[in-house]
């Protein structure tokens, strides 16, 4: 049974870091890229950063956030710092390799003074 859980979410304010996990279990981890997306309210889902084995990131959050992972771990990262209130929403996990991708429940991330 695969299994995506999201952890590392909470309240926190604007300049300050969070660091989220991402704990896969029920495929072969270290063969699928591995994705954070968010979801702000009334926005559509958006691809955050990905990693297979160098991380990749959207325009708006590079040089702010870092992905990483640990095959031993079964474990995806994202560093998040200089957090902003438009970093707010639900951040998910994705496990991906054509044609199956799995997803997370996610997290809430909210940034706020």
């Known amino acids: 049974q695969v299994q995506l859980v999201e952890s590392g979410g909470g309240l926190v304010q604007p300049g300050g870091s969070l660091r989220l996990s991402c704990a896969a279990s029920?495929?072969?981890?270290?063969?699928?890229?591995m994705n954070w997306y968010r979801q702000a309210p009334g926005k559509e889902r958006e691809l955050v950063a990905s990693?297979?084995?160098?991380?990749t990131y959207a325009d708006s959050v590079k040089g702010r956030f870092t992905i990483s992972r640990d095959n031993s771990k079964n474990t995806v990262y994202l560093q998040m710092n200089s957090l902003k209130p438009e970093d707010t929403g639900v951040y998910y996990c994705?496990?991906?390799?054509?044609?199956?991708?799995?997803w997370g429940k996610g997290t809430l991330v909210t940034v706020s003074s």
């Open positions: 994705q496990a991906r390799s054509p044609p199956y991708h799995y």
């Open positions: 990693i297979i084995t160098i991380g």
């Open positions: 029920g495929f072969t981890f270290s063969t699928y890229a």
